[in-house]
């Protein structure tokens, strides 16, 4: 450690959506927080500006995001409420349908661009005065010591901390510097990311149809718009890409069976390849991971960004029990807390959301026309699923404090 070193309490590494939560969460306790970004800063630039992709919040995210004093903010730039979600298989036919009223809820949750989301929370840091923003930064190493981790940034900076919070993303050098390791696979597919106008309105509704090579959602936007994101495998995918813009919409229309009318307009296309990865845990002493740099899942039950928020809040609150209690912030008795409050319950939904993968992506005709049966029982079943709705709105199970009613 030289001279010129700097000291924080907590270091977040990566400002994206996950990283900047966990340090607006932490903010306002006493902690002196910095944040290491590698993009500079995203504002709320034109639409085509930045990560094209929207996120499904669920109910708990929303209330993460109120309790950080960003919800207000997010609104006010853009959100939009989706009512309705209607899920149909391809090949066997069966379908199940979900509305709001059924579950005594005003809407399943709101479309949200990651580009907006970016910047309300950014403004929000920007407004907290113990919290430090380094962007355009990257890390360069990390050597995790007794009593504090030492982080060297690309122009030689050093920054100590008592805990440092890996939040860099599904290719995480922050995991890779503590030597954790991941289990997973590649899915071979690409998720295809785009907007389209399509000939009637969205209706608030989230589509979903399930094809044997990946699924295709449109989610509603608040112009009118939908946002596409088609998970392709990769030979189709790569098709689905070459083709002009009048050929794609035309492929996307029968995709979705045409069920918005005519796809009238697309806007760019940006692929991203899709992979199941877990890390095998969440913490060190001085460390903790978050967010994709923790686990990585399929887009097509939208849950990625909701388990992050929930790490997030979680972390937060092992943060505040230790500060309440006098403890170490960085100490592995902390950050067990919060691993063992985040990690099963994120194995298990990564393994659900694997098994829907393969489920529907398999079209030999017998399971094609067993889970075509089950999903026209289900919708016919209100408990079952109002469970599986009240599941995928974040309402139910152990919530940290700030995803709480
Ligand atoms: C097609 C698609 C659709 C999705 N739809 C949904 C959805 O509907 N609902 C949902 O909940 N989730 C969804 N997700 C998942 C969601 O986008 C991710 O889970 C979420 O963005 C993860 O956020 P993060 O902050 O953990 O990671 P990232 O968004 O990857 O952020 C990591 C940040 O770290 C920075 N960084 C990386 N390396 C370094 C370094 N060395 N030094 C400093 N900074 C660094 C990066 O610049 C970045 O800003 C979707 C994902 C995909 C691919």
């Not at 929207?54 to 997010?74: F, T």
């Not at 936007?221 to 392709?232: E, F, H, K």
């Not at 006098?326 to 659900?352: C, H, K, P, Q």
């Not at 709105?393 to 940290?400: D, H, K, S």
């Amino acid at each position: 450690m030289s001279e010129s070193t700097t000291h924080q309490d907590l270091l977040v590494i990566g400002g994206g959506l996950v990283g900047a939560a966990v340090a607006a969460a932490c903010a306002g306790r006493g902690l002196s927080i910095a944040v290491i970004e590698a993009r500079p800063p995203v504002r709320n630039g034109p639409a085509d500006h930045g990560d094209p992709r929207v996120c499904a919040l669920n109910r708990a995210s929303q209330r993460i995001l109120s309790r950080l004093g960003v919800w207000g903010r997010i609104t006010e730039l853009g959100v939009s409420p989706y009512r309705r979600m209607e899920v149909w298989d391809a090949i066997g036919g069966g379908r199940i349908q979900f509305d709001s009223a059924d579950l005594g809820e005003p809407d399943l949750g709101h479309i949200v661009e990651n580009r907006i989301l970016q910047s309300a929370l950014w403004e929000r840091l920007e407004h907290c005065p113990e919290v430090t923003l380094i962007a355009p930064a990257r890390i360069m190493d990390l050597t995790l010591g007794a009593e504090s981790a030492l982080v060297t940034l690309h122009d030689g900076r050093q920054i100590a901390a008592r805990l440092v919070v890996g939040a860099d993303g599904r290719d995480s050098r922050v995991r890779e510097f503590a030597g954790i390791g991941t289990r997973g696979w590649d899915y071979d597919q690409r998720a295809i990311v785009t907007t389209a106008r399509t000939e009637w309105p969205h209706a608030e509704t989230a589509w979903q149809r399930f094809l044997p090579t990946g699924p295709v959602a449109f989610l509603p936007l608040a112009d009118g718009r939908c946002s596409i994101v088609w998970s392709a495998v990769e030979g189709y995918a790569q098709t689905l890409l070459a083709l002009s813009d009048e050929a794609f919409c035309e492929a996307l229309g029968e995709a979705i069976e045409h069920r918005l009318g005519r796809i009238l307009a697309v806007g760019p296309r940006t692929a991203f390849a899709l992979r199941l990865q877990h890390a095998t845990n969440y913490c060190q002493p001085r460390l903790a991971l978050v967010g994709d740099a923790a686990h990585a899942v399929h887009p097509l039950a939208g849950q990625g960004l909701n388990l992050g928020l929930l790490d997030a809040a979680e972390l937060a609150a092992a943060i505040d029990r230790a500060i309440d209690r006098g403890r170490d912030i960085g100490s592995f008795a902390t950050l067990r807390r919060y691993e063992r409050a985040r990690r099963g319950d994120n194995w298990v939904m990564l393994l659900a959301f694997d098994g829907l993968k393969r489920l529907f992506g398999n079209d030999q005709a017998w399971l094609a026309f067993a889970r075509s049966l089950g999903l026209g029982l289900t919708d016919r079943l209100g408990p079952v699923k109002n469970h599986l709705g009240a599941t995928a709105l974040g309402i139910r199970g152990a919530l940290p404090p700030l995803a709480r009613p």
